[in-house]
């Protein structure tokens, strides 16, 4: 069966250093990867996706994943991170079938503090 | 472009009430749309998904109804709310290939009296 791990609750980082949120993923088959982030009240907004090609993902808001395989992992980077980027991030992995579903991690929440 | 419309943003309903809770998709055709339940700000349960007008999977048993009367059209229902149907439920459409993300409506925050 499908999952995804965020193994952690809560990330805090400065503003202007790094930023990475982890996502670990167990499929069969190949894996089809997202991330979102969700801001208070809102609804899920789309980052990017992999689904082959490149390990090195680019995407909205100067956000990048980096997929590997023999690690299973897709984390979410940000060389700076922004004030305005703390959020509550999901990555999810596409489900089987052809329905479209995506199987969601539990949420990281970005802190970014000035 | 595409665009997803979900209504009311929020609604405080005795325990007890009927639900209605109503989403629209603009600028696709033949989406598959999903319902979505949000608790506490964290982890999303997918309560509904829809491949085409009239066809819908249920994901978990539960005090909820769905159903797709027109193509761009997904309507989430209840006879009696219960306490435990509180939440932010949200609504999601992709194109058919399964391969595409799906895209967010901003949600219905629903609190029971």
């Known amino acids: 069966a499908q999952s995804v791990a965020q193994p952690e609750d809560q990330v805090n980082v400065a503003e202007g250093n790094p930023l990475t949120v982890k996502c670990t993923y167990s499929v069969s088959g190949n894996p089809y990867l997202f991330w979102y982030v969700q801001y208070p009240n809102r609804g899920l907004q789309f980052l990017l996706k992999y689904i082959t090609g490149d390990n090195l993902v680019k995407g909205s808001y100067g956000f990048e994943a980096e997929f590997n395989k023999s690690q299973t992992s897709f984390h979410l980077k940000k060389p700076s991170a922004l004030v305005s980027d703390s959020a509550l991030y999901f990555c999810?992995?596409?489900?089987?079938?052809?329905?479209?579903?995506?199987?969601f991690g539990q949420g990281t929440t970005l802190q970014v503090k000035p | 472009s595409q665009t997803i419309h979900q209504w009311p943003a929020t609604l405080v309903q005795p325990v007890g009430s009927p639900l209605s809770l109503e989403c629209t998709v603009e600028?696709?055709?033949?989406?598959?749309l999903y319902w979505y339940r949000q608790a506490a700000g964290r982890g999303l349960q997918l309560l509904f998904y829809?491949?085409?007008?009239?066809?819908i999977s249920s994901e978990v048993p539960q005090n909820l109804s769905a159903s797709r009367p027109q193509d761009r059209q997904f309507i989430l229902s209840s006879k009696k709310l219960l306490l435990s149907d509180s939440g932010f439920y949200l609504c999601?459409?992709?194109?058919?290939?399964?391969?595409?993300?799906?895209?967010f409506g901003d949600g219905t925050r629903l609190s029971i009296l």
């Open positions: 999601a459409w992709s194109a058919g290939q399964g391969i595409q993300p799906q895209h």
């Open positions: 600028g696709t055709s033949n989406p598959n």
């Open positions: 999810a992995v596409r489900g089987s079938g052809n329905t479209g579903k995506l199987i």
């Open positions: 829809s491949v085409g007008i009239g066809q």
